[in-house]
């Protein structure tokens, strides 16, 4: 089939383009590393995926080429994985990827009414970039924070809490060159560098790693209940799950009866 029949069905023209000498010698040092890493080459499929979107920004034709190229692989086989897992995007991202959680708590606390709202703000739909190149949208699923519910997240940063006012000066002081902070989690940095750092390389941002913080007090409360203690707000000696120890050793106790 020729490349004019190939356009003429909307078929990608195959093969895909390979990287310029210049950024494939960059990239065979940073994919020699990642692959490195691993007893078998082809586990390391992810992290080069994360490596090829740190580059452009999304995973191409030719980033998907360039992947299976370095471990063996089908181009089939990469594009596979490449289109299970969300976090890859097959669009370029903007400089700040912002993703609005729709999933069902974040949803019925207001995650649906943030999303179009951005919509109409940003002018954009889902998986779109504002035409400066500052701003993609994507509605996304449950981000594990459901105790922060609504959630947004800017290049994979936690924004918890969130409401369509908060969510509009958010965007808008990004795209403004504003200084934002996550709420919880490390300072900002470009989709690009993020996805630098999701394929391993580590965080050069000095205070960076320590800023990731650990479990904030909404997603520890389950814990401590679980442990028996009392959280502030729920009436002093209020005990909504039995602890653990008390637990096993009220079983003990109905073991002993029964014997
Ligand atoms: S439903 Fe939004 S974080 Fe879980």
Not at 18 to 41: F, G, H, I, K
Not at 55 to 79: D, H, K, N, P
Not at 97 to 125: K, M, R, W, Y
Not at 138 to 144: F, G, P, R, T, V
Request: net charge negative; hydrophobic share 35%.
């Amino acid at each position: 089939m020729s490349a004019t029949e190939h356009v003429q069905l909307g078929l990608p023209e195959l093969p895909a383009e390979p990287y310029p000498a210049e950024v494939r010698e960059r990239l065979d040092a940073d994919a020699a590393a990642v692959v490195a890493r691993y007893p078998q080459s082809r586990s390391a499929l992810l992290p080069l995926l994360h490596l090829v979107q740190a580059e452009e920004g999304f995973v191409s034709r030719t980033g998907i080429r360039y992947c299976a190229e370095q471990l063996g692989l089908t181009t089939a086989e990469v594009t596979a994985v490449a289109t299970f897992y969300t976090m890859y995007r097959r669009r370029p991202a903007g400089a700040y990827h912002v993703g609005v959680c729709t999933n069902t708590l974040c949803a019925v606390l207001g995650g649906d009414q943030i999303f179009a709202e951005l919509q109409q703000h940003l002018g954009i739909g889902n998986n779109e970039t504002t035409a400066d190149g500052s701003i993609s949208l994507e509605h996304i699923e449950c981000n594990a924070a459901c105790d922060y519910a609504p959630v947004v997240m800017v290049n994979w940063e936690f924004f918890d809490n969130q409401d369509p006012e908060s969510a509009r000066q958010l965007v808008d002081d990004l795209r403004a060159g504003a200084e934002v902070r996550p709420t919880r989690g490390a300072r900002l940095c470009s989709f690009k560098e993020t996805a630098r750092i999701l394929a391993g390389f580590p965080d050069e941002r000095p205070g960076a790693v320590d800023e990731s913080g650990a479990g904030g007090a909404p997603s520890l409360a389950g814990l401590r209940l679980a442990r028996g203690e009392t959280l502030p707000g729920t009436g002093g000696g209020t005990k909504v799950v039995a602890p653990r120890q008390q637990e096993s050793t009220d079983e003990g106790d109905a073991e002993g009866e029964q014997a």
